[in-house]
């Protein structure tokens, strides 16, 4: 077990509505990431936060935000949901941004839109 | 963005025996990472690679980073079966990860 916990851990949501979604890093990480997973792929980067601000952001919509709170906790917010935002999404923390490879992944929110 | 093949797909071996996975992308990357994922949970990282031509084992894991930095391969020796799982390649640049299409192992018993 990593310590990266994340809620809900399933979620169904219908086509245009909103949803936000919840991590708690590892203790001691200040950085997270979040990463889209559809069926059968590999995991997609969405954005990264380091210190509560935005520190990189892979090809998603601005649709998809997300925050950082003082205790590193993060959320990922979709609005206007989409059928292709179904998909298993992932935060994974992380020490600090320069050691992202040490990141820990949590098990995932598996949401579905219908 | 980054395109990260890996092949193969799948796999079907007898436990006991060797595997051999490999990852190839059309980008350079400074890391290479091999991450294991279970059914319903996050990805596990394996090794991780900082250096072109670099060889790291890790128990009956062993990887390496291509010296084109374009490419790396896993090796599992000696499968049990809770090897059973999808690996995952990953390039790092930056502070931004790029994973591979994945290869799901079955090992029978």
């Known amino acids: 077990e990593t310590g990266v916990t994340q809620s809900p851990t399933h979620l169904i949501k219908t086509r245009g509505q909103q949803v936000t979604l919840r991590c708690s890093s590892q203790s001691g990480h200040n950085t997270v990431s979040w990463y889209q997973q559809a069926l059968g792929q590999g995991p997609q980067f969405i954005f990264q936060y380091y210190r509560e601000e935005e520190n990189g952001r892979g090809n998603f919509p601005p649709r998809f935000s997300g925050l950082q709170f003082p205790n590193y906790s993060s959320e990922l917010n979709v609005n206007a949901l989409e059928l292709d935002d179904s998909a298993l999404y992932l935060c994974a923390s992380s020490l600090d941004y320069s050691h992202g490879e040490t990141q820990y992944f949590g098990p995932g929110t598996r949401l579905l839109v219908l | 963005g980054q395109q990260l093949n890996q092949s193969p797909q799948s796999m079907f071996i007898q436990e006991g025996e060797d595997v051999s996975m490999n990852c190839t992308s059309s980008?350079?990357?400074?890391?290479w990472l091999w991450y294991k994922q279970d059914p319903g949970e996050g990805p596990v990282l394996l090794i991780a690679l900082y250096k072109a031509g670099e060889l790291t084992s890790n128990g009956r894991l062993t990887a390496q980073f291509g010296i084109t930095r374009k490419d790396s391969f896993l090796n599992i020796s000696a499968s049990i079966p809770s090897d059973v799982g999808i690996y995952f390649c990953a390039g790092l640049t930056g502070n931004q990860f790029y994973f591979g299409t994945g290869t799901s192992l079955t090992v029978i018993p």
């Open positions: 980008s350079i990357f400074n890391t």
